[in-house]
């Protein structure tokens, strides 16, 4: 599942979910709840993510 993946790649990362979320511009528990397949991320926070950890779209949906 995607959560579980940009789960990964935030604490692989070294980084909290209040990072993430500001960089976002989402609230905290907004994105805990991206994290926990609760709702779904946007395909524009999507691009975001890839580009702060440095992988391709592609990347981020393989296998999905």
């Known amino acids: 599942m995607i959560c579980r ?3 990964g790649l935030r604490e ?3 980084l909290t979910q209040s990072e993430v979320a500001e960089k976002l511009c989402v609230s905290q528990a907004a994105y805990c709840r991206f994290e926990k397949g609760e709702i779904e991320i946007s395909l524009t926070r999507m691009i975001a993510l890839g580009e702060l950890y440095g992988v391709p779209l592609h ?5 999905l």
């Open 59 to 63: 990347r981020l949906l393989e296998g």
């Open 12 to 14: 692989s990362a070294g």
């Open 5 to 7: 993946r940009i789960r």
